[in-house]
């Protein structure tokens, strides 16, 4: 198989606190990770990719400093929201690249629902 | 990677097949066209790909038409659990050691309906 998790799978927090949320390859490893945000009735939009022990690749418009991504393994990279304030509520996605024959595919985790107060 | 244009939304009854079309005119000759789903509020669940040739697994056939602009998913039994957004992404295959993104629009929404 190949499952992705993310921890937490929902949070609220106060304006202005930062959030870490957690994204995991249970059973392989993933030397890329992508993280994405969703707004209700929109599509997914990518923010960065996350390269195992390498620093992240952060799409236009998307602020490096205030969403930190670490990868420091081949199983999990951090999404952390710093200062967030609510405009940052959204649904967080991160995916895992898995070497399939001589592909790398991407498998999804179910999200994170951010809502900040 | 090229774009692909869905219509917003269908409808479809319960037992019955659900034929979801998806045009992508400009895609190139090393573009895979992928198909993905999105039950409300989970995350992504990949349904099948392929090239030019017809795809079928356990979940949907996927059918190309010879000149490749366009294509149509089928759920040949669609249930109320496969109510979600579909997603139709042309991308030049996920090579090894070439991560290229996926670049999503706003999909299909379908309706299953008892």
Known sequence: ?????????????????????????????????????????????????????????????VEKDKFLINHASLTLSTLTVTSAHPEDSSFYICSASKRTGIYNEQF?????????? | DAKTTQPPSMDCAEGRAANLPCNHSTISGNEYVYWYRQIHSQGPQYIIHGLKNNETNEMASLIITEDRKSSTLILPHATLRDTAVYYCIV??????????????????????NP
Request: net charge positive; with cysteine; hydrophobic share 35%.
């Open chain 1, 1 to 61: 198989g190949a499952v992705v998790s993310q921890h937490p799978s929902w949070v609220i927090c106060k304006s202005g606190t930062s959030v870490k949320i957690e994204c995991r390859s249970l059973d392989f490893q993933a030397t890329t990770m992508f993280w994405y945000r969703q707004f209700p009735k929109q599509s997914l939009m990518l923010m960065a990719t996350s390269n195992e022990g390498s620093k992240a690749t952060y799409e236009q418009g």
């Open chain 2, 91 to 112: 991308h030049r295959g996920v090579n090894a050691g070439n991560n290229r993104k996926l670049i999503w629009g706003l999909g299909t929404s379908l309706a299953v």
């Open chain 1, 108 to 117: 999804f985790g179910p999200g994170t629902r951010l809502t900040v107060l």
